[in-house]
Antibody
Framework: EVQLVESGGGLVQPGGSLRLSCAAS????????VHWVRQPPGKGLVWVSL????????NYADPVKGRFTISRDNAKDTVYLQMNSLSAEDTAVYSC?????WGQGTLVTVSS | QSALTQPASLSGSPGQSITISCTGT?????????VSWCQQRPGKAPKLIIY???KRPSGVSNRFSGSKSGNTASLTISGLQAEDEADYYC??????????FGGGTKLTVL
């Protein structure tokens, strides 16, 4: 079965860090560009970041630029999102997607 | 960059066909054939239903189809079913090497 599975979310204090993972099963994620998106509670989907197949091309939405870093390990069929200097405005369900599908998401809550 | 423009809501009866539009600019929808659509049922994670304007991932019903003309992409759902009631979002790659979502369309099946 083709699946994307996110992990690494949780409760973090303002100013803290988290690393999210997006792992693929049933297909080779290395062949696909991958996007991270987020959805604040009760709101719509917002694009966060993208990475090309070999990791040489990455980009970020303005609100996270300089704080978030996307990377990938194609040997592990996994894409990561390192999130630093988190604030309450980053609270959301984070999910990854590629042309093969969409993950179920992981909740990030930034609160003291 | 402003979100892509989608109708906030649409409704249809079972068996009907409906079309959701997604209007952008020559810097996003009109620039490339990289428009995707996802379906989000209440309380659930999004599900990819269309990518590259008109391609369906494995397992997605052929009742879903996508197209594009100029700066507007469209998602058509034929033979509307109760299970199609959901929020639908378009997303497009842009000339700035980013991506941008539409505001979402709430589809109600009457």
């Amino acid at each position: 079965e083709v699946q994307l599975v996110e992990s690494g979310g949780g409760l973090v204090q303002p100013g803290g860090s988290l690393r999210l993972s997006c792992a693929a099963s049933g297909f080779a994620l290395s062949s696909y560009w991958v996007h991270w998106v987020r959805q604040p509670p009760g709101k719509g989907l917002v694009w966060v970041s993208l990475i090309s197949t070999d990791g040489s091309n990455t980009n970020y939405a303005d609100p996270v630029k300089g704080r978030f870093t996307i990377s990938r390990d194609n040997a592990k069929d996994t894409v990561y999102l390192q999130m630093n200097s988190l604030s309450a405005e980053d609270t959301a369900v984070y999910s990854c997607f590629s042309d093969r599908g969409w993950g179920q998401g992981t909740l990030v809550t930034v609160s003291s | 960059q402003s979100a892509l423009t989608q109708p906030a809501s649409l409704s249809g009866s079972p068996g009907q066909s409906i079309t959701i539009s997604c209007t952008g600019t020559s810097s996003d929808v009109g620039a490339y054939n990289y428009v995707s659509w996802c379906q989000q049922r209440p309380g659930k994670a999004p599900k990819l239903i269309i990518y590259d304007v008109s391609k369906r991932p494995s397992g997605v019903s052929n009742r879903f189809s996508g197209s594009k003309s100029g700066n507007t992409a469209s998602l058509t759902i034929s033979g509307l079913q109760a299970e199609d009631e959901a929020d639908y979002y378009c997303i497009s790659y842009t000339t700035s090497n980013t991506a941008i979502f539409g505001g979402g369309t709430k589809l109600t099946v009457l």
